[in-house]
């Protein structure tokens, strides 16, 4: 903001965003994600959740009733690096005790692409209206 010109927010507002970000209520779930998370464990598949997100992520998800699903959850923020970078895949993999090539990536960034492919994973990018 100060790029533009402006002044940054006040610490007790950004607080409230960061906050307020966490509450489940502002979040949306594609259709049809619930149940294919369902079909794939049904189907005997580890699933991690790889995010750039941070540590509201394990929250939100339980709070969307998506974490039963997942084996794993690595942020960004803990793992020490954001995608591209290679090492939270790496923390996944070790999370779920799998190499590379038995592993999937699902993502709907470059940064999603770029970073499975660095730690050797194959990559389908999901594309939303």
Same mark, same amino acid.
């Not at 959740?49 to 084996?71: H, K, M, Q, Y």
């Given at each position: 903001?100060?790029? +533009? =010109? ?7 507002? !950004?607080?409230? #965003? @960061?906050?307020?970000?966490?509450? %489940?209520? #502002?979040? !949306?779930?594609? %259709?049809? /994600?619930?149940?294919?998370?369902? !079909?794939?464990?049904?189907?005997? $598949?580890?699933?991690? /959740? /790889?995010?750039? @997100? ?8 339980? *709070? ?9 959850? /690595?942020?960004?923020?803990? +793992? ?6 290679? #090492?939270? @895949?790496? !923390?996944? $993999?070790?999370? $779920? ?9 699902? =993502? ?5 692409? +770029? =970073?499975?492919?660095?730690? *050797? #994973?194959?990559? $389908? ?5």
């Amino acid at each position: 903001m100060q790029a +533009a =010109g402006g002044s940054p927010a006040p610490e007790a507002l !950004r607080h409230e #965003l @960061f906050e307020r970000y966490a509450d %489940p209520s #502002l979040w !949306r779930v594609y %259709p049809g /994600v619930a149940e294919h998370l369902q !079909r794939w464990r049904e189907q005997g $598949l580890a699933l991690a /959740v /790889v995010s750039n @997100f941070d540590s509201r992520l394990i929250a939100l998800l339980e *709070g969307l009733a998506l974490a039963p699903w997942f084996t794993a959850v /690595v942020v960004s923020s803990a +793992a020490g690096a954001a995608k591209p970078d290679p #090492l939270p @895949f790496q !923390r996944a $993999l070790e999370a $779920l005790e799998l190499e590379p090539q038995q592993v999937w990536h699902i =993502g709907d960034s470059p940064e999603d692409e +770029a =970073g499975a492919r660095a730690a *050797g #994973l194959r990559c $389908l990018l999901i594309r939303h209206p």
